[in-house]
């Protein structure tokens, strides 16, 4: 059975740093791509940070240089280190992976494969 899990979300303070979690089994971790994305009630769900096979990484506008996405093969979990979060940061976040047969786009488009139920992330004080 294929299963992705986000775990890390949580309350913050705008400044602060969390780290999410996605915990992925049922499937070859190495041959995946795997993002990050962000949704807000209202909002399309937003590509935020993607990560290739490669390691060959992507980050949306209003993320970069704050986080970054990274995989662990010998744990099959992706990562998302997110520093000096904002207000604006606050949303439901939620990993994803397809199998890298084209090149990737970071978008929920091209994600058609396996997705976690999400974590919800607020910056607040």
């Known amino acids: 059975e294929v299963q992705l899990v986000e775990s890390g979300g949580g309350l913050v303070q705008p400044g602060g740093s969390l780290r999410l979690s996605c915990a992925a089994s049922?499937?070859?971790?190495?041959?995946?791509?795997f993002g990050w994305f962000r949704q807000v009630p209202g909002m399309d769900r937003e590509g935020i940070a993607c990560i290739k096979t490669d390691g060959t990484t992507y980050y949306t506008d209003s993320v970069d240089g704050r986080f970054t996405i990274s995989t662990d093969n010998n744990k099959n979990t992706a990562y998302l280190q997110m520093n000096n979060l904002k207000p604006g940061d606050t949303a439901v976040y939620y990993c994803?992976?397809?199998?890298?047969?084209?090149?990737?786009?970071?978008?929920?488009?091209?994600?058609?494969?396996?997705w976690g139920t999400g974590t919800l992330v607020t910056v607040s004080s």
């Open positions: 049922g499937f070859t971790f190495g041959d995946y791509a």
């Open positions: 994803a992976a397809k199998y890298q047969d084209s090149p990737l786009r970071c978008s929920s488009k091209w994600f058609r494969g396996y």
